[in-house]
């Protein structure tokens, strides 16, 4: 044998004695560690049954294992197994790097942990962002804005309005189109042209979703009353595109009452009806008025709607019947409707 290869024996089997040493040394290190885990848990145990406050020590207990999960995992017989193998199959750069890594987390990275001002809580909390004051302080409803000469002013107001979630201020934003200053009424006729292109948009796309349905889905049309109503109440399309959409909601009403009748909400009623009272469609209107007393003869709603049918229609009889029918029932009677009522006799 030469001297290179007496020379690499030699070096392999320092590599395997070191290896050998740190795996017995390791598995010593982590059954003491096991060991005195155990009698430490066995001496929380005696305590903790010990104590007068059972509640405060169960309390104490759990934020202890809280804690405890939260710390890194000490290392385990399997670690040092890992680490003995990478040193037998990588002579020399193995245990150098596990040495060298040691010894840099020993003297160089490792801090003492300070564990005085950290609380081991569950709880979520919620950061408050400060107001901008000066946006805020300059925040008037759009319609009397509409009146105010200041164009600087007008103009400030729509750009913050159209900003923000623009799908309920439809109705605001149209007004601003008979505005004497021509760029406030582009911002608005804008914005409106893309919110109403989407809207259009959207409902063809899940109407067709709805004819590829089967008889037992009715997600699409849980989905498209909604989201269709919230538009159509605030009456920003023309005439007959207003009755046309209206027409398509009791479309898919229908469609929904067909094949699930009880996920048909007294809400879905109302709006149903309203929508047909905005075009004046007093026939189709009363189909859903008395549907809806059908299914839910307890809700004010249900009385409402087909009062202010018959008070739109001028039909007195009718009108007077479902007031008495409405008396003799255990329902409250608010505001408006009493308003309404009044307002009729």
Same mark, same amino acid.
């Given at each position: 044998?030469?001297?290179?290869?007496?020379?690499?024996?030699?070096?392999?089997?320092?590599?395997?004695?070191?290896?050998?040493?740190?795996?017995?040394?390791?598995?010593?290190?982590?059954?003491?560690?096991?060991?005195?885990?155990?009698?430490?848990?066995?001496?929380?145990?005696?305590?903790?049954?010990?104590?007068?406050?059972?509640?405060?020590?169960?309390?104490?207990?759990?934020?202890?294992?809280?804690?405890?999960?939260?710390?890194?995992?000490?290392? @385990?017989?399997?670690?040092?197994? $890992?680490?003995?193998?990478? $040193?037998?199959?990588?002579?020399?750069?193995?245990?150098?790097?596990?040495?060298?890594?040691?010894? $840099?987390?020993? /003297?160089?990275?490792?801090?003492?942990?300070?564990?005085?001002?950290?609380?081991?809580?569950?709880?979520?909390?919620?950061?408050?962002?400060?107001?901008?004051?000066?946006?805020?302080?300059?925040?008037?409803?759009?319609?009397?804005?509409?009146?105010?000469?200041?164009?600087?002013?007008?103009?400030?107001?729509?750009?913050?309005?159209?900003? @923000?979630?623009?799908?309920?201020?439809?109705?605001?934003?149209?007004?601003?189109?008979?505005?004497?200053?021509?760029?406030?009424?582009?911002?608005?006729?804008?914005?409106?042209?893309?919110?109403?292109?989407?809207?259009?948009?959207?409902?063809?796309?899940?109407?067709?979703?709805?004819?590829?349905?089967?008889?037992?889905?009715?997600?699409?049309? /849980?989905?498209?009353?909604?989201?269709?109503?919230?538009?159509?109440?605030?009456?920003?399309?023309?005439?007959?595109?207003?009755?046309?959409?209206? $027409?398509?909601?009791?479309?898919?009403?229908?469609?929904?009452?067909?094949?699930?009748?009880?996920?048909?909400?007294?809400?879905?009623?109302?709006?149903?009806?309203?929508?047909?009272?905005?075009?004046?469609?007093?026939?189709?209107?009363?189909?859903?008025?008395?549907?809806?007393?059908?299914?839910?003869?307890?809700?004010?709603?249900?009385?409402?709607?087909?009062?202010?049918?018959?008070?739109?229609?001028?039909?007195?009889?009718?009108?007077?019947?479902?007031?008495?029918?409405?008396?003799?029932?255990?329902?409250?009677?608010?505001?408006?409707?009493?308003?309404?009522?009044?307002?009729?006799?």
């Amino acid at each position: 044998m030469t001297m290179k290869e007496v020379f690499f024996c030699l070096v392999l089997l320092a590599n395997t004695v070191v290896s050998v040493l740190y795996l017995l040394f390791g598995l010593l290190i982590a059954g003491w560690r096991v060991s005195e885990t155990e009698e430490e848990e066995e001496e929380q145990d005696r305590e903790i049954k010990g104590a007068e406050d059972k509640e405060e020590t169960d309390k104490e207990q759990k934020e202890t294992e809280g804690q405890e999960e939260e710390l890194p995992m000490r290392d @385990g017989k399997a670690v040092y197994i $890992m680490n003995f193998v990478v $040193m037998l199959l990588c002579p020399v750069v193995g245990p150098v790097f596990f040495g060298v890594g040691h010894l $840099m987390f020993r /003297f160089v990275f490792r801090q003492d942990v300070h564990l005085e001002d950290v609380i081991f809580s569950k709880e979520r909390v919620k950061t408050n962002e400060r107001a901008d004051e000066e946006r805020e302080r300059n925040i008037a409803p759009l319609e009397e804005a509409i009146a105010v000469s200041d164009k600087e002013s007008l103009r400030s107001l729509m750009l913050n309005v159209i900003r @923000g979630d623009i799908h309920n201020s439809l109705a605001a934003i149209s007004l601003a189109l008979n505005s004497q200053d021509s760029e406030t009424s582009h911002y608005a006729a804008s914005v409106l042209q893309d919110e109403l292109n989407g809207f259009r948009g959207n409902v063809q796309k899940v109407w067709r979703e709805i004819e590829d349905e089967t008889e037992e889905e009715t997600d699409c049309e /849980f989905y498209l009353i909604p989201y269709m109503n919230s538009v159509l109440e605030q009456k920003v399309f023309t005439e007959m595109e207003q009755k046309n959409m209206v $027409m398509k909601f009791a479309e898919v009403g229908e469609v929904l009452f067909r094949k699930n009748p009880h996920r048909f909400t007294s809400q879905y009623y109302e709006w149903m009806c309203l929508r047909l009272l905005d075009i004046r469609d007093f026939e189709t209107m009363e189909l859903w008025c008395n549907r809806a007393m059908g299914q839910y003869p307890e809700e004010l709603s249900s009385y409402t709607c087909k009062l202010k049918l018959y008070f739109t229609a001028q039909d007195k009889e009718k009108f007077f019947e479902t007031m008495d029918a409405l008396k003799q029932s255990s329902i409250v009677i608010d505001k408006e409707t009493l308003a309404l009522i009044r307002t009729f006799n």
